[in-house]
């Protein structure tokens, strides 16, 4: 099963080691012809993503910039996670020979996995 991982080719990202990871949350819907993955993003572009589909796996990771500070600011209170994020969903089926559709929304990736032929 999986074999080796295929990487979507709407996004790739070399990232550093060091970062602290953090994890968007994510819903998971059964549509009518596969599945939708929604993460929540915000603040992150298309160009700061990697999407990998490794068997039943599908990994999304990337990096949230902090790029509204002003040169010179300190801060004073963050909440916000920046740096690299990573979420491995484990899926009820192989989805290395899926198709598969993204689209970034006001700051929600939507990653649509087509399992069955459209009806």
């Known amino acids: 099963m ?15 080691q060091e970062e602290t990871i953090w994890h968007p949350r994510t819903d998971i819907y059964k549509t009518r012809n596969g599945w939708l993955l929604k993460y929540e993003l915000a603040g992150v572009t ?8 490794s068997g039943r796996q599908i990994t999304v990771s990337g990096t949230r910039r902090d790029c509204v500070v ?8 963050m909440e916000i996670s920046y740096n690299r994020f990573e979420r491995t969903i ?3 089926f192989d989805a ?21 032929e459209p009806r």
């Open 2 to 16: 999986g074999g080796k991982p295929r990487h979507h080719p709407f996004f790739f990202l070399p990232i550093s």
């Open 46 to 53: 298309s160009d700061d993503v990697a999407i990998c589909v």
């Open 70 to 77: 002003d040169e010179g600011c300190s801060h004073y209170s």
């Open 90 to 92: 484990d899926l009820p």
């Open 96 to 116: 290395s020979r899926a198709r598969i559709h993204t689209e970034f929304k006001d700051g929600i990736l939507l990653v649509s996995i087509e399992t069955e």
